[in-house]
């Protein structure tokens, strides 16, 4: 499976952790969603290397996908 775009990106705070959301297209249209929770790691060289979550969106638990409301609900 090849992935396509990525079409959302989400921060969920659950307890003590922040989860990162990602919503991607498959190539053949279909709709994956993968979560994460490290946001930042040191490298070999010894640099910190962290995602940039300004561009992440905090999620409306009232007006979520019903697909992204089941996902979180199993977790």
Do not use: C, H, P
């Amino acid at each position: 499976m090849r992935i396509s775009e990525t079409t959302n990106k989400y921060l969920l705070r659950r307890g003590r952790n922040e989860l990162v959301i990602e919503e991607l297209k498959s190539e053949k249209g279909e709709r994956i969603y993968t979560v994460g929770v490290l946001k930042s790691a040191q490298t070999a060289e010894g640099d910190n290397w962290s995602i940039d979550v300004s561009t992440y969106k905090t999620i409306d638990r009232k007006n979520m996908d019903a697909d992204l409301k089941k996902l979180l609900s199993s977790l």
